[in-house]
Each structure stands twice: as C-alpha cells, then as structure tokens.
C-alpha cells in the first residue's frame, strides 16, 4: 500500500514535468507533489524539494478548511501561495485538487511548484522586502484560475536635445525568462524571433518579434 500511495505522488510529479512550459518545472525541477487523506492528513510524497514538502503539510489543510469541502466538487481545483498560510513564498504557487470517489471525498492531491514571475519590486520576485507585498501578488486561497503577463512599450532614448526612438519596448515587466512555449500558449501570438545581447549596464536587453497578424487559436 505504501508504494502504491508513494508511486501516486511520483505519477504527479512526471506528469507536472512533463506538461510545464516553465525551465523552473521542466528542468530544474522546482515543484513538489502530495497525497492527502480526506481528513487532510499527509499519506505520501514524491522525493523533491525538501522545504516544499514541509509546506504542503501545513497549507493544504488551511486552505481547504478556508474554503470549505463541502464547495468542492469534481474537477475544481484551489489556488494559492500566502506564505502566512503555509506557503514558502509567493514564487511558490500551491495547487490542490480533491479526489471523488463514489460521490464523496476521498483525499486530495497538492503541487507547489516555483513560478518565475509574480510581480513586485524585483526581477524574478525575489529581493531584498520590507513586507510581504514588496515580494508580489499574494494570492488569497481561491478556485480562480488567470494568467498575468504584463508589458509596458514605448518610446526611449529621449534627451533635451534629441528625439528618441519610437514604439522600441523599452521595458518588459514580470517576464524575465518567460518561455516563448508558455506565451504562445496562453496569448494571441506567434513569435518568431527572440534573441538578446548585453547592454551598457549589468542587465540583459531581450527582443521578441511576434509576426504581425494574431495567431488563430
């Protein structure tokens, strides 16, 4: 029974490797997966990062007594990553899904895996904070999914004297390492062309071409 339980959780965990876009899932493999009881107790865990783990034992249960069993049903799925519920931080967004059987709960399965972006002050979501807003978006326990990709364009190299470039994508905020997969999976466009090279300061400076015409879903 252990192993069976055990090789329930490591399924999980190939099956997230193998459906991420993320290089932070795919390659470095920086999730981890787990199997609950319906009284939300931990039965199992796929060998990954040790610290998650530690996680998943504390926010699963507060997330779903916060939202409640009995709203669940088949298919839905909770959202989160409040580190003052359990999560490491809001890089680490937990997923947690019930399992039904014979119409009632019979557990429940959880991943926490780390996303690249979620806003806030620093490249990468990570920096030196002064609260925990500083970090990103803190995502409250919710069975809302969404994307978040933003981008700000617009003109650069403007002086006193001199008019600067127009429409040239001066800043890109929230995509550091945003695979070009995971873009075209989730908005109208098709790129054909990403290349960077280092700029006068310590920062890279990366061009995206999408072709002109929205790509037909």
Not at 13 to 22: E, K
Not at 40 to 54: D, E
Not at 126 to 131: D, L, M, P, T, Y
Request: with cysteine.
């Amino acid at each position: 029974m252990r192993h069976a339980l055990l090789a329930i959780t490591e399924e999980l965990g190939a099956t997230l490797r193998c459906a991420a876009y993320s290089t932070n899932i795919k390659t470095r493999g920086d999730f981890s997966c787990a199997f609950f009881d319906r009284q939300l107790r931990t039965i199992a865990q796929a060998f990954a990062q040790p610290s998650h783990l530690g996680s998943l034992a504390h926010i699963v249960p507060r997330a779903i007594a916060a939202y409640g069993p009995e709203h669940l049903k088949p298919g839905d799925g909770i959202l989160i990553n409040d580190p003052f519920l359990g999560g490491v931080h809001p890089n680490d967004i937990t997923l947690i899904s019930p399992v039904f059987h014979e119409g009632g709960i019979f557990g429940y399965l959880a991943n926490l895996a780390h996303h690249i972006d979620v806003g806030g002050g620093a490249p990468g979501s990570i920096g030196v904070s002064n609260e925990i807003y500083h970090e990103g978006m803190v995502i409250p326990t919710t069975g809302d999914y969404f994307t978040f990709y933003e981008t700000i364009a617009g003109g650069y190299g403007a002086t006193r004297r001199n008019d600067g470039m127009d429409a040239v994508q001066a800043h890109f905020q929230n995509t550091e390492n945003a695979p070009v997969e995971e873009t075209e999976a989730n908005y109208p466009v098709h790129i054909l062309r990403c290349s960077g090279r280092r700029s006068p300061v310590r920062w890279y400076a990366w061009w995206c071409t999408p072709p002109p015409w929205p790509r037909t879903p």
